[in-house]
Nanobody, 124 residues
Framework: VQLQAFGGGLVQPGESLRLSCTAS????????MGWFRQAPGKEREFVAA????????YYADSVKGRFTISRDNAKNTVYLQMNSLKPEDTAVYCC??????????????????WGQGTEVTVSS
């Protein structure tokens, strides 16, 4: 199993980035995909998740209206479009695959597979 996230970088406040995560080694289309982030000195936190067919999406309150999660099952890839970035969005972002139920979708313990992260820095 491999999850590889990329697309991070250094941007100024208000700018956008699009993260991608490509998966292999498991049946991607059967899994809920999530994005989590970890800022320096802080716990890893939930950012967004999308169910297996892309019909249901979940977001942390801190990113609602600014971030959009999507997936392409034909490409085994999940995306995170991040707009209106703020300095507090600075973190290492990683993707995860799991089969959580709705009540546990924001909990990292319910994800089975994790990728290495990609670093996002928002600074002027």
């Amino acid at each position: 199993v491999q999850l590889q996230a990329f697309g991070g970088g250094l941007v100024q406040p208000g700018e956008s980035l699009r993260l991608s995560c490509t998966a292999s080694g498991f049946t991607f289309s059967r899994y809920t995909m999530g994005w989590f982030r970890q800022a320096p000195g802080k716990e890893r936190e939930f950012v967004a998740a999308i169910n297996w067919n892309g019909n249901t999406k979940y977001y942390a309150d801190s990113v609602k209206g600014r971030f959009t999660i999507s997936r392409d099952n034909a490409k085994n890839t999940v995306y995170l479009q991040m707009n209106s970035l703020k300095p507090e969005d600075t973190a290492v972002y990683c993707c995860a695959a799991g089969r959580p139920i709705t009540s546990t979708i924001k909990l990292r313990d319910f994800y089975d597979y994790w990728g290495q992260g990609t670093e996002v820095t928002v600074s002027s």
